[in-house]
């Protein structure tokens, strides 16, 4: 436990920015289960029209620094392939 009086503001800080970041991996871990579900059942439309809000989620979790830029590139870019193979 915490024992200096900064200490414990920064526990406290720490808690409530974990309920966003929690809140925030689960946006992407859905959304991107959303999406790859899609792609393996074939819809493609769906898939393109799923995929610019799957884009919006991992940015806004790069710019809170919940996930790291580049994740959030290197699963943009292999979600936009992994679209464009469905036939």
Same mark, same amino acid.
């Given at each position: 436990?915490? $024992? ?6 920064? !526990?406290? +800080?720490? @808690?409530?920015?974990? /309920?966003? &970041? #929690?809140?925030?991996?689960?946006? /992407? @871990?859905?959304? $991107?289960?959303? !999406?790859?579900?899609?792609?393996? +059942?074939?819809?493609? @439309? ?6 610019? =809000? #799957?884009?919006? #989620? !991992? ?7 919940? $996930?790291?830029?580049? &994740?959030?590139?290197?699963? @943009? ?5 992994? $679209?464009?193979? =469905?036939?």
């Amino acid at each position: 436990m915490p $024992i200096t009086s900064s200490a414990k503001k920064a !526990l406290r +800080s720490s @808690k409530r920015k974990r /309920v966003f &970041n #929690v809140r925030r991996k689960d946006a /992407v @871990k859905g959304s $991107i289960k959303e !999406l790859r579900k899609l792609a393996a +059942s074939g819809k493609k @439309k769906e898939a393109e029209a799923l995929l610019s =809000i #799957v884009f919006k #989620v !991992l940015d806004k979790a790069a710019k809170a620094h919940t $996930i790291k830029k580049g &994740n959030a590139s290197r699963r @943009k870019a292999r979600l936009s392939a992994l $679209i464009r193979k =469905i036939s």
